[in-house]
């Protein structure tokens, strides 16, 4: 069982940086492909970034070279650095936690957080 808890939303600007945390619970967390997705009202939910537990990572390409995605096994926290934020950036902003095929390819997750909202203005 993995407990997730984002923090770090909030309102900024476009062009803007914001880095959003992912605070885990539970001896297992390391073993864990940790994804970040994001909804925007009216969109599907779509995998942002993912991270693998030996640190492997993928991106959507509408965010590459703007967001890195990092992970401190010890701290059992997930990062997402997000720099370059456009308005289409705007979302609901989960972490979830699950298999690197639950994750990475069905786009799912075993474990999510309750959420985050990032709000870019213009």
């Known amino acids: 069982q993995v407990q997730l808890v984002e923090s770090g939303g909030g309102l900024v600007q476009v062009g803007g940086s914001l880095r959003l945390s992912c605070a885990g619970s539970g001896p297992t967390f390391s073993i864990y492909t940790m994804g970040w997705f994001r909804q925007a009202p009216g969109k599907e939910r779509e995998l942002v970034a993912s991270i693998s537990r030996s640190g492997g990572s993928t991106y959507a390409d509408s965010v590459k070279g703007r967001f890195t995605i990092s992970r401190d096994n010890a701290k059992t926290t997930v990062y997402l650095q997000m720099n370059s934020l456009k308005p289409e950036d705007a979302a609901v902003y989960y972490c979830?936690?699950?298999?690197?095929?639950?994750?990475?390819?069905?786009?799912?997750?075993?474990?999510w957080g309750q959420g985050t909202q990032v709000t870019v203005s213009s």
């Open positions: 979830a936690a699950g298999p690197w095929n639950t994750i990475v390819v069905r786009h799912e997750g075993d474990y």
